[in-house]
DNA sequence: TTATGAGTTGAATGGCCGTTCAACATCGGC
DNA sequence: GCCGATGTTGAACGGCCATTCAACTCATAA
């Protein structure tokens, strides 16, 4: 009987990945705008309808997508500062995992960018954004005063991450993918 | 005649100064995926069926929308730079024009991030952007060409737009309009 | 074999979108 | 005072959207 519930368990979240996964690649290809349910179910290869189950919602759908994207970034940010040892080395490798090739790509790059312009518009999203936002500068901020005055690290703190995100922005907006992240770490 | 014509043409000019106005304010506070023409009409006082008549479809009003505001910061940035002598003024220019608290409010910021996240998708929005980015980038360069050793400036360029793309983004993001600009000159 | 129920379907529904267009207002030239 | 052009309206239209739900599938339990 826990057997079956926990089977349960696996095959919801695994049709649920499955779901995300759809409607990352649906934003990424043809943009928020014109990212349509019966389009995501289309990729998925399922009912428009099954969405109500697993979602609610399409607001739901895009939600769990958007907490999907950020849960990724942050393990991938967790295992890295793992390895790293010295502050030196944790800062670095927060910057690294910002502009890691594998985070950076084409396509999660675009639903990134999609998904914040409807942040300002959105409770949901913004409420998921800040978690994930609060966390990276914490992180730095925590590393930082390791190795520059108290007073100094709150403001080198935003600096860098502002230049991950500049960096990121202009890189995906202008469409090609140079090693800039190299350049970052003057 | 001519008279009347040039009237015409300033009272064509003044409508659809007016519309792009109204479509800014609709994207600013309800979002792209919101922004109907109705709301716009409404905002504007007109008939939805006039943005037909000025704009051709939604698309062109859109379009028209971007290039107006592309074409105010170009503006902006022009006054600024035909007042900066020295290079290290003409830089300085750049930065604060782009983070200058007039183009940098909420509403206005909103708007630039809706678009950028359609920019990937929509052809006629790239080449727009593409026009105003290459501008900023050259005058960038430009100056710098001239207190820093030739193969540095193109990175540099990058780098300090990098930086204001991404304080930008950041502040717009969070909400709270810090005065990060002035540590952006470090 | 049959009954059960979770998982899934896809056609139906109602609503709102962008677009169209015949009709209407406004007004300077005759 | 009439006319034609210019500018504008707003109801009508077709289409596509998210959402719903009765019906279906198919393991598994009895």
Redo the contacts between chains.
């Keep these: 009987m826990a057997d079956i519930a926990i089977d349960h368990r696996d095959a919801e979240d695994i049709r649920r990945r499955q779901l995300v996964q759809a409607t990352i690649e649906s934003i990424a290809d043809?943009?928020?705008?014109?990212c349509t349910l019966s389009d995501i179910a289309k990729r998925a290869g399922v009912s428009p309808g099954l969405f109500a189950h697993y979602f609610g919602d399409k607001d739901g759908l895009l939600e769990a997508t958007l907490r999907s994207m950020a849960a990724r970034l942050g393990r991938a940010a967790a295992a890295r500062l793992r390895a790293a040892r010295r502050p030196r080395d944790r800062i670095q490798a927060i910057i690294d995992v910002n502009l890691a090739s594998e985070e950076f790509d084409r396509r999660t790059s675009?639903v990134w960018?999609?998904?914040?312009?409807?942040?300002?518009?959105?409770a949901r999203f913004k409420r998921v954004?800040?978690i994930y936002?609060r966390r990276m500068l914490s992180n730095l901020r925590h590393a930082l005063k390791q190795i520059v005055p108290h007073g100094d690290a709150e403001?080198i703190a935003?600096?860098i991450?502002?230049?991950?995100?500049?960096?990121w922005?202009?890189a995906?907006?202008?469409g090609d993918f140079e090693l800039?992240s190299a350049?970052?770490r003057?």
């Design positions: 043809v943009g928020f705008a014109a675009s960018l999609a998904f914040w312009g409807q942040v300002i518009h959105s954004q800040n936002q403001p935003i600096g991450s502002a230049m991950i995100d500049g960096l922005l202009r995906t907006l202008s800039d350049r970052a003057a």
